[in-house]
């Protein structure tokens, strides 16, 4: 089982990304996959996610500028990030596999950095 999170980078105050994550196939066509975001001295949160029948949800804070979909031909997920703010900076997590007790799923990518300056 692998997850491989890219796409962050440094980006101005109302700029774009679109992070990706490529998983492996057992996990991406039997389970639905979310991502986090852990802000600099902040707890890790979820930031959407969307279900194996492609069925989207979002935090409030991100509703209406980012959105979150998958690729099932590339066994991969994506957030497609606008509007951002310097509070959207953080580590990116996508996050898949089955739900464990805590409420998160069970398999982790490395993370990747966003970084909004204002």
């Known amino acids: 089982v692998q997850l491989q999170a890219s796409g962050g980078g440094l980006v101005q105050t109302g700029g774009s990304l679109r992070l990706s994550c490529a998983a492996s196939l057992s996990l991406f066509s039997e389970h639905g996959m979310d991502w986090y975001r852990q802000a600099p001295g902040k707890q890790r949160e979820l930031v959407a996610g969307i279900s194996v029948s492609d069925r989207p949800h979002y935090v409030d804070a991100v509703k209406g500028r980012f959105t979150i979909f998958r690729n099932n031909a590339r066994n991969t997920l994506y957030l497609q990030m606008i509007s951002l703010k310097p509070e959207d900076t953080g580590v990116y997590y996508c996050?898949?596999?089955?739900?464990?007790?805590?409420?998160?799923?069970?398999?982790w990518g490395q993370g990747t950095l966003v970084t909004v300056s204002s």
């Open positions: 996050n898949g596999g089955p739900f464990l007790s805590g409420g998160q799923r069970e398999y």
